[in-house]
């Protein structure tokens, strides 16, 4: 289902469907924040500020399902266009970018000396809309030719790590584990996750991976098994998982390509593209 007329852009109903839920949790994560900070200006006690906290990663972790979502649905149903990559952009700015800064900056950044903690949120929410913004021109430029690579960190699984880790920082705080050491990761890693989401790094897109993907039995449980272990788990489990797609993107340009295409493209034949693609992944190692 599509709207407009003859000078207006393509709207598809499904796929901005899911690009209007990664809005809506990015939204109610904000006010979620909010109202954790509320409650410590109230001196409400630390358990109740952190209840909020933790809906507002349980949202910002939703964003992420609906953003995969959002493209996936449009490939499938032939709905991509300007209208939703522009759309998604919005939403992103605001689930994975400013609500993530804002948890991030109550939770842990407020504590640094001379607003130091501010500007480490600004940065990263800068370097977030200024990847966005070189996506879509790349995007724009490279209209109807769909690449297998992201360039740059992309922003929704810089999201997944900081709102991850901050849940396991918080659980182990409940669990009065000392999580105080590790707590100064999060400023260092939200630089990190800022230089990468606007460097050349290439990331790999998965979008070769589809719904008719076939697998061996080994890579079959092994999906099952990481699916039960992050229902079970859900406190860790999502940590484990956006830090390692973190670090193989990082690792990637020293993996071989027959490794590379059977984690990324269904063991699908090399393609032109492959050496100029694993020659910008060599590229960007000597830039890091």
Known sequence: METGGPNQPKIYLWPNLMTAGNLCCGFFAILQVFEGMQEVANDAGTHAANQHFYHAIMLILGACIFDAL????????????????????????VSFGVAPALLVHEVVLQGLADNIGWIIAFVYLLCGAMRLARFNCIAAENSGNATKDFQGFPIPAAAGVIGSITLLLLKLDEADKEPGRWTAILPVLMMLLSYLMFSNWSYPSFKALNWRAKRSPLWVFVAILVLVLTVMYVWFMPAILFVSYLLYGLVRPWISKRWRREIEEDGVEVEEGDDQAGSRDEEAAKEL
Do not use: C, L, T, W
Not at 71 to 93: K, L, N, Q, W
């Open 70 to 93: 959002d493209g996936r649905v449009a490939r499938m149903s032939g709905g991509e266009s300007p209208f939703g990559r522009e759309f998604d952009s919005i939403a992103d700015i």
